[in-house]
């Protein structure tokens, strides 16, 4: 695009020359000297961008407990165990910042629930979710109109799957500053919102769903449990024209996005399903998610292939 623009300019320049010259030859106009130099029409020039513009961005969204509002998006230090950095880490090690910008998104990612002992300041799911997708908005928003050729990839993880799915489907039904061509693909793990069949499973077959869609009809008790914990549902269009691109990552019997979904089992593991159990924090590990890899290291493979191809 940048080559068609710039032979585009040069073509103009030669034209507005070769009429100087013609006038200057008809006796019209003198041939340009000390004249200023001719002025193009912007939309001809190339375009130019900071240098600091990578080809791909990342932005990542850790789980609940693994970032902070104050945290550093370049180098997370707020929790080091945090499943995220199982997948950022070795994109950093390997790719210059110029090259591919990994960015984490600094949020409160807190839960509150009945069992917060009296005194201890917690946010509601709801206010750290709006949190954490307002940031993460704002970078891609920051980056996609400062950078106009680079390309995104986003993946979260538990609280931040939620975000990141949110994310794609904003992006999928081109309601997001970033269009889905720019799009690399989004890697969703533990999606609370997972629907069977909406985006891509790498993985194993889970016949649950994501537990904000089944929990939704049981909404006021969730609320007694969890209160500002809404249960919002699927969504609405899916992931629109990123389907293609946005991978689901799920553990079987994980109870975040694997629920159960009818209603007699729901409240039999309400608890379980609302904090979440063992297979919840074993996907760096776990080799039953997808055949003969782990989560972290099939989306870091992933990434790569996607952003070598560039």
Same mark, same amino acid.
């Given at each position: 695009?940048? &080559?068609?623009?710039?032979?585009?300019?040069?073509? #103009?320049?030669?034209?507005?020359?070769?009429?100087?010259?013609?006038?200057?030859?008809? /006796?019209?106009? =003198?041939?340009?000297?000390?004249?200023? =130099?001719?002025?193009? =029409?912007?939309?001809?020039?190339?375009?130019?961008?900071?240098?600091?513009?990578?080809?791909?961005?990342? #932005?990542?969204?850790?789980?609940?407990?693994?970032?902070?509002?104050?945290?550093?998006?370049?180098?997370?230090?707020?929790?080091?165990?945090?499943?995220?950095? +199982?997948?950022?880490?070795?994109?950093?090690?390997?790719?210059?910042?110029? !090259?591919? !910008?990994?960015?984490?998104?600094?949020?409160?990612?807190?839960?509150?629930?009945?069992?917060?002992? %009296?005194? @201890?300041?917690?946010?509601?799911?709801?206010?750290? !979710?709006?949190?954490?997708? %307002?940031?993460?908005?704002?970078?891609?928003?920051? #980056?996609?109109?400062?950078? &106009?050729?680079? &390309?995104?990839?986003?993946?979260?993880?538990?609280?931040?799957? $939620?975000?990141?799915?949110?994310? %794609?489907?904003?992006?999928?039904? !081109?309601?997001?500053?970033?269009?889905?061509? @720019?799009?690399?693909?989004?890697?969703?793990? *533990?999606?609370?919102?997972?629907?069977?069949?909406?985006?891509?499973?790498?993985?194993?077959?889970?016949?649950? $769903?994501?537990?904000?869609?089944?929990?939704?009809?049981?909404?006021?008790? $969730?609320?007694?449990?969890?209160?500002? *914990?809404?249960?919002? /549902?699927?969504?609405?269009?899916?992931?629109?024209?990123?389907?293609?691109?946005?991978?689901?990552?799920?553990?079987?019997?994980?109870?975040?996005?694997?629920?159960?979904?009818?209603?007699?089992?729901?409240?039999? @593991?309400?608890?379980?399903?609302?904090?979440?159990?063992?297979?919840?924090?074993?996907?760096?590990?776990? =080799?039953?998610?997808?055949?003969?890899?782990?989560?972290?290291?099939?989306?870091?493979?992933?990434?790569? +292939? #996607?952003?070598?191809?560039?």
């Amino acid at each position: 695009m940048r &080559k068609s623009l710039l032979v585009g300019a040069v073509i #103009v320049i030669i034209a507005v020359i070769g009429v100087g010259i013609a006038q200057w030859q008809r /006796g019209q106009a =003198p041939l340009p000297g000390g004249e200023p =130099p001719i002025s193009l =029409p912007s939309e001809i020039l190339p375009p130019s961008e900071p240098d600091w513009c990578p080809a791909v961005e990342v #932005v990542s969204i850790p789980g609940t407990w693994e970032s902070a509002a104050n945290d550093d998006p370049f180098n997370p230090q707020a929790n080091p165990l945090s499943f995220m950095l +199982s997948i950022t880490g070795p994109l950093q090690q390997q790719y210059p910042i110029d !090259r591919v !910008r990994v960015w984490t998104t600094p949020y409160t990612a807190q839960f509150r629930n009945i069992q917060t002992k %009296a005194g @201890r300041a917690e946010m509601t799911y709801d206010d750290s !979710r709006a949190e954490g997708l %307002a940031r993460a908005n704002a970078e891609l928003k920051y #980056v996609a109109d400062t950078c &106009k050729s680079t &390309k995104f990839i986003v993946a979260g993880f538990s609280q931040g799957a $939620v975000i990141a799915g949110d994310i %794609a489907n904003q992006i999928g039904t !081109r309601q997001n500053a970033v269009t889905p061509e @720019r799009l690399l693909g989004a890697v969703i793990i *533990a999606d609370g919102r997972r629907e069977t069949g909406v985006g891509i499973n790498p993985g194993v077959a889970v016949a649950g $769903v994501g537990a904000e869609i089944a929990l939704q009809p049981l909404n006021g008790v $969730v609320q007694a449990v969890t209160p500002g *914990a809404t249960m919002t /549902g699927a969504r609405p269009g899916g992931f629109g024209e990123v389907a293609d691109r946005a991978y689901e990552i799920c553990a079987p019997n994980d109870s975040v996005c694997d629920a159960p979904q009818d209603v007699g089992t729901l409240v039999a @593991r309400a608890g379980d399903l609302l904090l979440a159990n063992g297979n919840h924090a074993q996907y760096a590990t776990n =080799p039953g998610v997808i055949e003969g890899t782990t989560a972290s290291d099939w989306t870091v493979q992933w990434a790569r +292939s #996607v952003i070598e191809a560039r």
